[in-house]
């Protein structure tokens, strides 16, 4: 990146030892980048994409957004809405927006496949969220014409 690059990590700490693999992937990600970042938490997933529509609408410092969450299969259909309205949410703030959002909510069956994919030495689900929110803040930049 030529311009210094500011991100917003929002992050929801409801499994505390997932969230905490997905951060640290992230944060690896900005850092190597030469990128700088803050980070906030939220309760769940659900909440991810209002804090992040809170900061874009607050403050113009951030460049992109990296989402962090777990979720885990239950017993009812509540996971099936969590789901869907979060991935959906950041999709319609990316695109209504225009905002670089990485996505890196884990949808998972159990606690070992969360694990695997947050893990920085398994899948790095957040490592590949930031990666994919640069990208992004790139490609917007290239069509704004701001490449430097």
Known sequence: MTKATHILLVEAPYYAHIAALLRRGAEKVILEAGASFEAVSVPGAFEV????????KASRRFDGFVALAC????ETSHYDHICAESARALQDLALSERLAIGYGIL???????ALLRASPEGRDKGGEAA??????????????????
């Open 71 to 74: 979720v885990i299969r239950g």
């Open 131 to 148: 990666r994919a929110c640069l990208a992004m803040i790139a490609l917007k930049r290239f069509f704004e014409g701001k490449n430097g």
């Open 49 to 56: 994409p209002a804090a992040i529509a809170f900061a874009a």
């Open 107 to 113: 949808t998972v069956e159990n606690e070992a496949q």
